[in-house]
């Protein structure tokens, strides 16, 4: 679990100003969603936070730390896209596994989390499945609890309900938002869906071509950025 803390961060693709002096925090344990039309910078920021884009400035910290300079798999952060981007000549069982496998966790501790991980989201019986046997909601709990069977310090979700059907996304809004708040993990969820983001998050951040447009409390909470 950590802090997320984004300074002044900017990110150009040669002459485009994909994201223009961002500052964000996420507290420990919080669910932040970054709420905008497409093409405003969400996608962006989530890749700078996960390492996949270099910043062009500004600073991006952990705790107080700043890893703007560590490698993707120095952050410890777990990831869920869109496309889930399961391997999908693995079960779900390697899916699960490849992570640990690369962390080098020993095999009983291996065994261990991943059985859980596969109870945490009814999934057992699926184990030794192929994601392309797999429903789309199916493919999407198996993709989050990979994100989250490397135990990472940060979530980072990018549209992971924008392939389902209206009626499973509104399933899974409250299975993620269940598991995030059972794991108790620092969340940053990128989503176009106001609705989305209104019903899952402790706040909600609302970008707007590379910038913050204003920044809401949701409910009664006191957290203003
Ligand atoms: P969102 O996630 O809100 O849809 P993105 O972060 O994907 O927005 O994109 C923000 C802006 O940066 C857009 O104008 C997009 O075209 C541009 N962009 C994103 N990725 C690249 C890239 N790899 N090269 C050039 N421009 C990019
Ligand atoms: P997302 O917003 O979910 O990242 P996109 O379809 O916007 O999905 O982008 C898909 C990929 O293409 C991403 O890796 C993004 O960085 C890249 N990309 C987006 N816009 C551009 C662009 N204008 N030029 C080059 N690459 C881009």
Not at 99 to 116: T, Y
Not at 195 to 208: G, I, L, N, P, Q
């Amino acid at each position: 679990m950590a802090e997320v803390s984004i300074t002044s961060l900017v990110k150009r693709y040669g002459d485009a100003l994909a994201v223009d002096d961002l500052t964000l925090t996420a507290a420990d344990g919080q669910f932040v969603s970054l709420l905008g039309p497409s093409g405003c910078g969400k996608s962006t920021t989530l890749k700078c936070i996960a390492g996949f884009e270099e910043i062009t400035s500004g600073t991006i910290a952990f705790d107080g730390r700043d890893i703007s300079g560590d490698l993707p798999e120095d952050r410890d952060i777990g990831m869920v896209f869109q496309s889930y981007a399961l391997f999908p000549h693995m079960t779900v069982r390697g899916n699960l596994a490849f992570g640990l496998e690369m962390r080098r966790v020993g095999r009983a501790e291996m065994a261990r989390r991943v059985d859980a991980a596969l109870e945490m989201v009814q999934l057992v019986p699926y184990a030794d499945r192929y994601p392309s046997e797999l429903s789309g909601g199916q493919q999407q709990r198996v993709a989050l609890v990979r994100a989250l069977v490397i135990e990472p310090k940060i979530l980072l979700l990018d549209e992971p309900l924008a392939n389902l059907d209206a009626k499973l996304r509104d399933e899974m809004r409250t299975f993620i938002r269940d598991l995030q708040q059972r794991v108790g993990i620092t969340t940053v969820y990128v989503t176009h869906d106001q609705s989305e983001a209104m019903t899952m998050s402790d706040r909600v951040v609302v970008m707007f071509a590379g910038r913050i447009a204003q920044a809401a409390p949701r409910a009664r909470s006191t957290t203003v950025r």
